[in-house]
């Protein structure tokens, strides 16, 4: 089955050679075609090119031409970074915050990731899995394509365990491309206050073996941060479950500098994620690695915290990709156009930055620059169609409005 798209305004994110990333003032660059065709055969891209240019396919019967009459179309985006499979929303901590209590006050007082591990404890693979597909049908029709989604609200070896295969589940039945992440040492559960180092010798022991006999996880992660997992401990997990075929995607610098970067960068991390503290030193480890960094907009936004560097970054020569981290408690929305214009207004990124940073950039760190993150040949047919506008710029500009009229994941329309 093929279709084709003609007649497209701008077709957004275009790549003869696919690149694994575009980092420093590449990230100002995005290819363009105007007046474009775009080729889909059954759930690769197969062609695409100008309108004078468009490929004659009459003979064939099964193709359908969708003539989408200067709409835009780009590429799927890669959400790299969310929690969203949970069990209950915790709208009571936003009003906690909204009174002024911090983050740390919060988790302190047995909220934040306590709070949605009591209620995971309770809440059954079928539920779960029924809550968490809800906001999966939600982020395709927001026109994400491919999404990491993190275990870490388990905080038991049980409860981890349900949560991945909850995962695994969403991954067998939804036209989403999901990587699993296994986050065990995201906090240290109430019966371990004192006692962390026991915590921690039971992720190694116990968690990262199980997760792995099961083969429910591609990532491991660390929340190294102040108040959370020191640098040592995280060195230990990352050693453990590297013994096992995990990569780390690592917490790191949300509240302090941590060393969360540079532990991540010495571990070859795949992406270390939030990055609010990030100074000479970070991003020196950062230059010349194999490691993504990614920001994290709406925790930023939603829990009021000082803004990452992004800019610094940039200017650097380092790559950035954007990602919502969607959970119940510091981003409750995986609206990646929203991320976009937050990049912008927030970060001082321009339209095209954004753009790369949640498509190509946030494919690598998601371990899938190779088949997502652009239209090019052969790669996974995931785009999203817009309504009628001027250009690509009015995507972040228009920040609240719903300019995606429809999406089409592994070559069909959803």
Known sequence: MKTLFINIKKLVQVEDAPKKWVAGKDMGKLPVIENAYLLISDDKIEDFGKMEDVPKLNNEQSVTEVDVAG?????????????????GSREIEYVDKIKGLSYE????????ILNSAKRMEQASEDELYESALQRITEIAGFGTGA??????????????LKMLRVIKKLNQSTPLHIKANFLGAHAVPAKYRGRQSEYVDLVINEMIPQVASEKLADYIDVFCDKGFFTVDETDRILEQGAKYGLRPKIHANELDYSGGIQVGVKHNALSVDH????????IKALLNSETMPTVLPGAAFFL???????????????PVALASDYNPGSSPSGNMKFIMSLGCINYKMTPEEVINATTINSAYAMGLQ????????????????TTEINGYEYLPYA??????????LNGEFI
Do not use: W
Request: contains cysteine.
């Open 370 to 385: 190779k088949t997502h993150g652009s239209i090019a040949q052969g790669k996974v047919a995931n785009i999203y169609i």
């Open 147 to 160: 999404v990491e989604i993190k275990s870490g609200y388990g905080l038991t070896t049980d409860t981890e």
């Open 105 to 112: 006050e919060i988790a302190k007082r047995g909220g934040g």
């Open 71 to 87: 709409r835009m179309i780009l590429p799927a985006f890669c959400d790299s970074h969310t929690h969203l499979v949970y069990a």
């Open 275 to 282: 990055l609010e503290f990030v100074g000479d030193a970070e």
């Open 304 to 318: 009021n915290m000082p803004y990452s560097p992004v800019r610094n970054m940039i200017n650097s020569g380092l």
């Open 399 to 408: 920040y609240s409005s719903n300019l995606i009229e429809n999406v089409m």
